[in-house]
T-cell receptor
Framework: NAGVTQTPKFQVLKTGQSMTLQCAQD?????MYWYRQDPGMGLRLIYY???????DKGEVPNGYNVSRLNKREFSLRLESAAPSQTSVYFC???????????FGSGTRLTVV | AQSVSQHNHHVILSEAASLELGCNYS??????LFWYVQYPGQHLQLLLK??????LVKGIKGFEAEFIKSKFSFNLRKPSVQWSDTAEYFC???????????FGRGTSLIVHP
């Protein structure tokens, strides 16, 4: 099925560990996004990529890095995880302006 | 900077009650407007969208929203809610020409059977 695929779905990390969240879309979308969702905070943009080869910071980029590996894939890396990064992470993509955003199923990350 | 306000953070209704969720945005130019729904444990799904034409937009599952440009609003409505509408609802507004949607903080809707 066409859509946005995120892996893993669940992850527990110890403080200081690193990991990469993977995201891939098969809809030939140009734009891709990483959000985090926390209770009462809605969705906050971490990083986005308007097109292949470009990435930009969003509202809450500290502690994260991203790679737009190709048009399909946009990964999010935590170099040294902190408990404040405990959250649900969503990847999204969008094609042309005016179209809606398609979200992945999310990654629930716990940092202990 | 663009901001999106959802005034109702928590709404509790009984089945068959009418629903209206508020969404206001600050951007004064051309906007695209979206409502997303997130059912418990699931990802966000598009409910409806507006980017031109008739300001009254109909979406899936009987939802509709009205764009009122003079009020910078895009309120979501449903005449008669069902238990299965229990979910979190997000308004999103990317300014025209922008790739970046600004999301409201969400409204948690609980519908009692």
């Amino acid at each position: 099925n066409a859509g946005v695929t995120q892996t893993p779905k669940f992850q527990v990390l110890k403080t200081g560990q690193s990991m990469t969240l993977q995201c891939a879309q098969d809809m030939n979308h140009n734009s891709m996004y990483w959000y985090r969702q926390d209770p009462g905070m809605g969705l906050r943009l971490i990083y986005y990529s308007a097109s292949e080869g470009t990435t930009d910071k969003g509202e809450v980029p500290n502690g994260y890095n991203v790679s737009r590996l190709n048009k399909r894939e946009f990964s999010l890396r935590l170099e040294s995880a902190a408990p404040s990064q405990t959250s649900v992470y969503f990847c999204a993509s969008r094609g042309r302006e005016g179209n809606g955003y398609t979200f992945g199923s999310g990654t629930r990350l716990t940092v202990v | 900077a663009q901001s999106v306000s959802q005034h109702n953070h928590h709404v509790i209704l009984s089945e068959a009650a009418s629903l209206e969720l508020g969404c206001n945005y600050s951007y004064g130019g051309t906007v695209n407007l979206f409502w997303y729904v997130q059912y418990p444990g699931q990802h966000l799904q598009l409910l409806l969208k507006y980017f031109s034409g008739d300001p009254l937009v109909k979406g899936i599952k009987g939802f509709e929203a009205e764009f009122i440009k003079s009020k910078f609003s895009f309120n979501l409505r449903k005449p008669s809610v069902q238990w299965s509408d229990t979910a979190e609802y997000f308004c999103a507004v990317p300014p025209g020409g922008s790739y970046i949607p600004t999301f409201g903080r969400g409204t948690s809707l609980i519908v009692h059977p």
